[in-house]
Structures are given as structure tokens and as C-alpha cells.
């Protein structure tokens, strides 16, 4: 059965670093994507980072990181990182991984509902 392992969240200050890991491991069928999703409590999962896992490997951001958060992806180690620079308080959230078994579109690879693999999260905290 498959399943994503998140890593690497904890508690930083306001400016700081953190580097997420998303860990895939039983038999996976083919994914077209991998995304980083986070959460608040009360309110709905967001996306925040995607990436194709084939192809041009071309990866998108939603406005609110763009130029702070990076993912990549290391095929050989079936990993994905979300590399978090100049963290906020509003960063603050439980942070999700999620695989796309489906073809991924730009239109939606950052939206929860295309999704049905998931880890069970990591949490970041950040404090000013």
C-alpha cells in the first residue's frame, strides 16, 4: 500500500528556515505530481508548492510563498522537499504532502480535491 511520510517541521523564529521532506514508500503506482498542502485549524488545506514528477518537472507556487519556498524532488530517494525561506508567522500550519495518481494540470494541482494520497502531516510553527 502506498504511503507519504512528511518530515522536518518544528518550531522557528519569524525570518528563519525550515526544510520539509516527503517520503514515498510501498508500491506506488505512476505519479504525475506532488504537491505540499498546509492547514490551520478551522479553516481549509491550501496549496502551496507542486511539481511534475516527469516531464519538464516543472514546479508552481501559490503567490503567498512564491520567491520564499522551494520544491524539488529526488527520484532515486522517492522523496520531495519544500525548502521554506524567510518564514512567517502566517507560514504557521500543519503541512501536507500529497501524490497525483491522476494527470496533473496546472488548473488544479493545487487543490486539495485532486488528491487522495496523503501523509499525515508535519507541523511548523512559527513565532515572532
Known amino acids: 500500500q502506498e504511503q507519504l511520510v512528511e518530515s522536518g517541521g518544528g518550531s522557528v523564529q519569524e525570518g528563519g528556515s525550515l526544510r520539509l521532506s516527503c517520503r514515498a514508500s510501498?508500491?506506488?503506482?505512476?505519479?504525475?505530481?506532488m504537491t505540499w498542502f498546509r492547514q490551520e485549524p478551522g479553516k481549509e488545506r491550501e496549496g502551496v508548492a507542486a511539481v511534475y514528477t516527469h516531464g519538464d518537472r516543472s514546479a508552481y507556487y501559490d503567490d503567498s510563498v512564491k520567491g520564499r519556498f522551494a520544491i524539488s524532488q529526488d527520484a532515486a530517494e522517492s522523496t520531495v522537499y519544500l525548502e521554506m525561506n524567510s518564514l512567517r508567522r502566517e507560514d504557521t500550519a500543519m503541512y501536507y504532502c500529497?501524490?497525483?495518481?491522476?494527470?496533473?494540470?496546472?488548473?488544479?494541482?493545487?487543490?486539495?480535491?485532486?488528491?487522495?494520497?496523503w501523509g499525515q502531516g508535519t507541523q511548523v510553527t512559527v513565532s515572532g
Open positions: 500529497a501524490a497525483g495518481l491522476r494527470r496533473c494540470y496546472v488548473g488544479t494541482m493545487l487543490k486539495a480535491s485532486s488528491f487522495t494520497v
Open positions: 510501498g508500491y506506488f503506482p505512476r505519479t504525475f505530481c
